[in-house]
């Protein structure tokens, strides 16, 4: 886990690079965690986004694309 600065009431821009069992998490352009050895790197699936209880979540503009 890794936390970044975020401010409540703001978009914010993800990004997620996973290649193989490799993952770059950017927060706003900022890298904020880097995993070397994902435990099912190189498994396809699903995608989910989570949002805490007690809490409201907003997504927009959602693009999946092969790296």
């Given at each position: 886990e890794a936390g970044a600065q975020?401010?409540?009431n703001?978009?914010?821009t993800l990004r997620l690079d996973i290649s193989g069992k490799?993952?770059?998490a950017?927060?706003?352009g900022?890298?904020?965690l880097?995993?070397?050895d994902l435990r099912l790197g190189g498994?396809?699936?699903g995608i989910g986004l989570w949002v805490d209880d007690g809490t409201t979540g907003y997504?927009?503009?959602l693009r999946i694309r092969p790296a």
């Open positions: 975020i401010a409540l703001t978009w914010h490799k993952l770059r950017l927060v706003d900022i890298e904020i880097t995993v070397d498994k396809s699936g997504f927009s503009n």
